[in-house]
């Protein structure tokens, strides 16, 4: 009985990986910009989300619930790769560099993702929560276990951080009127 | 009322989003059961599940596309050649007559049976993960984040055993993509020799394919081969 009931929940839990996962890999991916740590932090979720399954399935928003537990995991800054893999060799940077991802060269030519690398990384996540995620900043705000206020204040300095990078790789103005120096 | 800025946030992050790999599958719901069981001590039957898969070490470790024709015969392993004695795996054909791979069904050696999650197929000395047969085909073929060159694409283990044992000793498989029922690009490629720390051990595997239909994949190390059929 015992073995049914616990192959009855993974198969749920399959389910919701397979008509999920790839949603949160996406929003680990936003957070995080990085492939195998977005992959990381999207499988260390589900391990966590699995071992209270019957809880997070239950509830209203299990996505809420993952997308919490990454971000989480985004912010605490330990990272741990899901497999644990310690591969001898490292076939993204080996031999040429058109065997790269396309995908990651148009990623590094997007100026505008550099500058949101240089946003905190709380305040990057509360940037993708909003515009990502589309969650109100009260959600937010208990997404991120901090206050309403907090969030909005957050996310008012990390826009204004962005307005004021942008202004200064343009070579213009920024908010306070002054001229990058070259 | 939403300025530049924060349209161009919102189109900054569904940009970037398109661009995030692509990689989970009824693998990574193993992965994470196994991670979770393992954690909390639970072991339950079949789902005490070691697993697989691949992830991180996806990538361009050995890169060949075979646009040749080829002798090889639907799901065969062997020695010595890809079209080597070894008896053929059996097979189903597909109403579009592609003769698609059964996974092994008995034989599989215990070291790749405690790793492998779902069904694999292989000889004495090769083994992979039988992705074709399982729910992973079904998101290989919904062309999810697809790439231009190669839309559809998976990921799987494979082993290479020496004495009975999982072991990367014989070096890095080769692998090669062929399309059978029309033109068509393949490719293959092996990440570097992954070790989990539940002690596994295998070689990161990826497969891609340019269009729907039936292709072969044949993977080679030392003298042994293995060559699956899929149906796209």
Request: hydrophobic content about 40%; aromatic content about 8%.
């Amino acid at each position: 009985v015992r073995v049914s009931i616990v192959r009855g929940v993974a198969v749920q839990f399959e389910d919701y990986v397979q008509a999920r996962g790839q949603s949160l890999v996406r929003f680990a991916y936003v957070l995080c910009n990085d492939a195998h740590t977005a992959e990381d932090l999207a499988q260390s979720a589900l391990a966590k989300a699995y071992r209270h399954w019957r809880r997070v399935r239950t509830s209203d928003h299990p996505d809420a619930y993952v997308q919490r537990i990454i971000v989480n995991t985004y912010l605490s800054g330990r990272r741990r790769r899901w497999t644990n893999e310690l591969p001898v060799s490292d076939p993204t940077r080996a031999g040429d560099d058109a065997a790269s991802d396309i995908a990651d060269v148009a990623v590094a030519r997007d100026a505008f993702v550099h500058l949101l690398e240089g946003l905190a990384p709380r305040a990057k996540a509360v940037l993708v929560l909003r515009y990502y995620a589309d969650l109100d900043d009260a959600v937010i705000a208990v997404q991120l276990g901090i206050s309403r206020v907090s969030v909005r204040s957050t996310a008012s300095r990390a826009l204004a951080q962005l307005r004021q990078a942008q202004a200064a790789s343009a070579g213009e103005p920024d908010t306070t009127g002054r001229r990058r120096s070259s | 009322m939403m300025d530049d800025l924060e349209r161009r946030l919102r189109e900054s992050f569904a940009q970037t989003a398109m661009l995030a790999p692509s990689a989970v599958d009824l693998a990574s719901a193993a992965r994470a059961r196994a991670l979770a069981q393992r954690r909390v001590g639970a072991v339950a039957g079949s789902l005490a599940v070691a697993t697989v898969l691949i992830t991180g070490v996806w990538g361009s470790g050995t890169l060949t596309s075979d646009s040749r024709s080829s002798e090889v015969a639907s799901g065969q392993v062997g020695r010595g050649s890809p079209a080597a004695s070894s008896p053929s795996a059996a097979e189903t054909a597909t109403p579009a007559g592609c003769r698609v791979t059964e996974p092994t069904r008995s034989g599989i050696p215990s070291e790749v049976a405690k790793q492998a999650f779902g069904n694999v197929f292989g000889n004495g000395r090769l083994w992979v993960g039988a992705w074709w047969t399982g729910g992973l085909l079904d998101q290989v073929r919904s062309k999810d984040l697809a790439d231009d060159q190669f839309p559809y694409t998976a990921k799987y283990a494979t082993w290479t055993l020496q004495d009975g044992k999982v072991s990367a000793a014989a070096g890095a498989p080769q692998v090669s993509v062929k399309r059978l029922d029309a033109p068509g690009h393949g490719e293959g490629s092996f990440g570097g020799y992954a070790t989990t720390t539940e002690g596994f051990h295998f070689w990161p595997t990826g497969v891609g394919f340019s269009d729907t239909g039936c292709w072969q994949v044949t993977e080679t190390v030392g003298g042994d081969s293995v060559t699956y059929i899929v149906q796209i």
